[in-house]
């Protein structure tokens, strides 16, 4: 079972984390799970300043790319449980902006799914992203790092 997740309460990565494998992952038939906890910075390439995000999102839209993007995953990657987990709204420096968790049979195909699902939702994913500043200045996000 995959979960996708778009939040704008603050996620408790490990306990979500643990939540679902404890509900959805048969431990005993799986040698490989990979986990990326991605958290907001208050800085960027060209400030040190952030003092908050903003994450728009289309809900429809941003859910069904999500599950397409889970299924995807778990069928090019023979994983067995995929989760993703993402804020919207507004969010602060140390707060966790996204989840990425992968189950499979073997380490291998884990660790590179998680890599490409966090590639895709970076460059692909309809969210779009304003930082504010500590002069009151904010900036829409044009590209991610």
Not at 71 to 78: A, H, I, P, Q, V
Not at 113 to 123: N, P, R, T, Y
């Amino acid at each position: 079972m995959n979960l996708v997740m778009l939040s704008s309460n603050k996620i408790l990565p490990y306990k979500l984390i643990n939540d679902y494998e404890n509900k959805n992952c048969d431990l005993s038939v799986l040698g490989g799970q990979s986990i990326f906890i991605g958290y907001m910075r208050k800085s960027n390439l060209y400030r040190e300043d952030v003092t908050s995000m903003k994450l728009e999102y289309y809900p429809e839209m941003t859910h069904k790319y999500l599950e397409e993007l889970c299924s995807k995953t778990k069928n090019e990657y023979n994983l067995k449980n995929v989760l993703i987990a993402h804020r919207i709204g507004e969010v602060f420096p140390s707060d966790c902006l996204v989840i990425v968790a992968c189950w499979s049979k073997h380490r291998k195909e884990s660790i590179i799914a998680v890599e490409s699902i966090l590639e895709d939702l970076k460059h692909n994913a309809p969210l779009w992203k304003k930082e504010y500043y500590s002069d009151k200045t904010s900036k829409w996000v044009e590209s991610n790092t």
